[in-house]
């Protein structure tokens, strides 16, 4: 199960401008953020390929049988 794309955008929206102005954060907690959000949108992708190829893979034995 994945996150859709808009949801995904919509957090880092609201995220990033929760802690725009309420106080300053240091740099390495912001670069470990982007980090986070950069392995989550890796892992975002890798579930949607995945899904595409089990799904690809069920049709295709599906129709051979």
């Known amino acids: ?3 859709p794309l808009f949801e995904f955008f919509k957090f880092l929206f609201i995220y990033f401008s929760q802690f ?5 954060r240091p740099l390495a ?15 975002q992708l890798f579930s ?3 899904c595409g190829c089990l799904f690809e893979k069920q049709n295709k034995n599906r129709n051979v049988g």
């Open 48 to 50: 949607v390929i995945l």
């Open 20 to 24: 725009k102005n309420s106080f300053k």
């Open 1 to 3: 199960m994945h996150i």
């Open 29 to 43: 907690t912001t670069l470990y953020d982007l980090v986070l959000l950069w392995l989550l949108s890796l892992f």
